[in-house]
């Protein structure tokens, strides 16, 4: 957990109550921050406490830590008898297959995508022509250096903007005019990442998790803002999470349907969160795929596995049995 992602504070808080509940379960954990090394129980608690702040760490924040995973895989004692590596990492090297790749090198069993997948999922241009190729709608949408009249020419306005990777809703806006547009267009430029335009479906936006291979209930997200940003994902009282969402049966099984399938196209597994719009005709466009989703108490996929009768500690033995059978079966071959 933790890293030099600007999701730092969001995978800390993941990566600490993961541990938490899974020490519950008589899991013996050792808990990592690949910048600071294992922590100590003190750590842990005050990182529990502290939880996510409302704004994602500075950028002089960031640039002043240092990843050091191959050194934590490599040096530290206290994670050489290790069964799994459970994931937490989210944004960055590690949620882009990075660390996995890191992982499949030395050798060890981890939860979650493989370093494909993750790749996949985390470049978000990729991800819709891969879900575009499996008849999954998702937005149109232009890539790259765009002029503002080709960008309201091509797909509206308003229209999102929004970095091709990344997640938790950081570095995505809605541009409502020519004149915004422009700005966020300038702005862009401190974003060092390519920049994705895509159409602006008005609409309810619901999430469906996935568990092994069994899609979890569909949970509507109604934010206090525009649109699902940062803070309304992660302070409390900034959305009503809506599990099981209100909606059709037969629309909660075609979003169970298209959410397996956009799973399936990005190579994910284990686990995965699919969004989605459901415009005003009652259609489903795919936004994203989240191949290490949110396990902080206010996230997503937590909420969904409840619906389902899964409390948080079995959700997160469970991921991480998923992992542990892969090693077992790996072994076996071998």
């Known amino acids: 957990m933790g890293g030099v992602s600007d999701e730092r504070e969001v995978s800390l808080s993941s990566g600490v109550q993961v541990a938490s509940a899974l020490r519950n379960l008589g899991h013996e954990v050792v808990a990592v921050d690949t910048v600071r090394g294992s922590l100590d129980e003190a750590e842990e608690a005050l990182l529990l406490q502290a939880g996510v702040g409302a704004l994602p760490p500075l950028v002089e924040e960031l640039a002043s830590l240092h990843e050091v995973q191959t050194v934590m895989l490599s040096d530290n004692s206290a994670l050489s008898e290790i069964d799994v590596f459970f994931l937490a990492l989210h944004g960055g090297s590690g949620e882009d297959g990075t660390v996995q790749a890191l992982l499949e090198v030395a050798g060890v069993a981890y939860t979650g995508s493989n370093r494909l997948g993750c790749s996949l999922a985390m470049d978000k241009e990729v991800g819709k022509r891969l879900l575009r190729q499996a008849s999954v709608p998702t937005p149109d949408w232009l890539c790259g250096e765009c002029s503002t009249a080709e960008v309201a020419d091509t797909l509206g306005l308003p229209v999102i903007v929004k970095a091709a ?45 996935i568990l092994g291979e069994e899609t979890l209930p569909v949970g509507e997200i109604i934010p206090e803002h525009e649109i699902f940003d940062y803070e309304c994902k992660y302070q409390p009282g900034m959305a009503q999470e809506i599990f099981p969402a209100d909606i059709p049966s037969d629309l909660a099984s075609r979003l169970g349907t298209l959410a397996l399938s956009a799973h399936k196209a990005l190579r994910l597994r284990d686990y995965s969160r699919i969004d989605f719009i459901i415009d005003s005709q009652g259609e489903p466009w795919c936004l994203e795929a989240n191949a290490l989703p949110g396990m902080t108490s206010n996230s997503l996929l937590p909420k969904a596995a409840a619906a389902a009768g899964v409390a948080f500690p079995e959700l997160c033995d469970r991921i991480a049995k998923l992992a542990e059978v892969r090693k077992q079966k790996d072994s076996d071959c071998s």
């Open 165 to 209: 990777s990344g997640g938790s809703s950081l570095r995505l806006v809605l541009a409502h005019d020519l004149e915004e547009l422009g700005s966020i267009i300038d702005e862009t430029c401190g974003w060092n990442d390519l920049i994705l335009f895509e159409r602006y479906h008005a609409g309810r936006e619901v999430t469906v998790g």
